[in-house]
């Protein structure tokens, strides 16, 4: 099962915008009680959509440029690309089933 990939803003572009997949990117850090507990969702998810969705985690600790750029305020946030773009996002801790909506949406 494929987990989800690391992405700093050294790889961003080539992970994320640049992906041939649509991707799910997950920003979090490791403080966040929240994001502990959306983790495991996440990772989950990246195994079962493997062929069809790619799915990212970024630490915004990490990768303040990137997460600057996105306007990310609070985390987790959760946006989802496809073809270099955001087309959704999520704010806070989600259900699973919140998830897979927006990637039925997206794929």
């Known amino acids: 099962m ?8 050294a790889n961003f572009e080539s992970e994320v915008l640049r992906s041939p997949l649509p991707v799910l990117l997950d920003f979090s850090a490791e403080w966040c009680a929240p994001c ?3 983790a495991p969702v996440v990772e989950a998810i990246a195994g079962e ?3 069809r969705l790619k799915v990212a985690h970024l630490d915004i600790d990490r ?3 990137t997460a600057v750029k996105y306007g990310i305020m609070s985390v987790p946030t959760v946006l989802f ?3 270099g ?3 959704d996002q999520l704010l806070g801790f989600v259900p699973r089933e919140k998830l897979i909506e ?3 949406r997206i794929l």
Do not use: N, P, T
């Not at 494929?2 to 803003?9: L, Q």
């Open 36 to 38: 502990r507990r959306l």
């Open 2 to 9: 494929k987990g989800a990939v690391e992405v700093d803003d």
């Open 81 to 83: 690309f496809k073809g």
């Open 63 to 65: 990768a303040q440029a």
């Open 49 to 51: 959509y493997a062929s």
């Open 85 to 87: 773009k955001v087309l």
């Open 102 to 104: 927006k990637i039925g």
